[in-house]
């Protein structure tokens, strides 16, 4: 069956620190890979998506991302949080070429310190 | 960038009542919208695709004749929560996308429901 696990339900770091989110998938098929953001009174909004070639995306905000395979994996990455990245964050797997049929992690809320 | 709005962002209605809620892309004609469900802790749950004009195409599990979705044009989609009860007491949270937009969902602030 296809899911995503996202194994941190909160995480807090101080702000400047580096921060890895972690995302494992099970998908039969190639998998489209997606990482939003989820601000309160905001819509989620798309940090990055991988599809294929380079493992390794680059994406909105100072994000990233590195697609491993053998680990069914999509960590996002951030090497200096700021405060304002404070909010809860989703790994969504998706189908073929397109975005229907996410199927969502349940969440990693991240806290930041000053 | 394409914005999705909803309305209202939160309500309170009694059990047994229903409840709309809508859903717009400001600034795009949105081809399909989606609805989803999302519990305290969990994941977005999708409830239903709708294409305009089209019948909305249900998950499994989902009671379309509680959750009557209409896609009535490009830009509107409504959500009707008919005989509304405690247990649909949930954030509901709408996207939509635009196959000339690369297909991106673009996702909706959340509607909060409360049923007394």
């Known amino acids: 069956a296809q899911s995503v696990t996202q194994p941190d339900i909160h995480i807090t770091v101080s702000e400047g620190a580096s921060l890895e989110l972690r995302c494992n998938y099970s998908y039969g098929a190639t998998p489209y890979l997606f990482w939003y953001v989820q601000s309160p009174g905001q819509g989620l909004q798309l940090l990055l998506k991988y599809f294929s070639g380079d493992t390794l995306v680059q994406g909105i905000k100072g994000f990233e991302a590195e697609f491993k395979r053998s680990q069914s994996s999509f960590n996002l990455r951030k090497p200096s949080v700021h405060w304002s990245d404070a909010a809860e964050y989703f790994c969504?797997?998706?189908?073929?070429?397109?975005?229907?049929?996410?199927?969502f992690g349940t969440g990693t809320r991240l806290q930041v310190f000053p | 960038g394409a914005v999705v709005s909803q309305h209202p962002s939160r309500v309170i209605c009694k059990s047994g009542t229903s409840v709309k809620i809508e859903c717009r892309s400001l600034?795009?004609?949105?081809?399909?919208m989606f609805w989803y469900r999302q519990f305290p802790k969990k994941s977005l749950m999708l409830m239903a695709t709708?294409?305009?004009?089209?019948?909305?195409?249900?998950e499994q599990g989902v009671e379309k004749d509680k959750f009557l979705i209409n896609h009535a044009s490009l830009t509107l989609s409504t959500l009707t929560v008919t005989s509304a009860h405690p247990e649909d007491s949930s954030f509901y949270i709408c996207?939509?996308?635009?196959?000339?937009?690369?297909?991106?969902?673009?996702f909706g602030p959340g509607t909060r429901l409360t049923v007394t």
């Open positions: 709708s294409n305009e004009g089209s019948k909305a195409t249900y």
């Open positions: 600034d795009f004609q949105a081809t399909t």
């Open positions: 969504a797997v998706g189908a073929s070429y397109n975005t229907d049929k996410l199927i």
């Open positions: 996207s939509a996308s635009y196959r000339f937009l690369g297909d991106e969902q673009y």
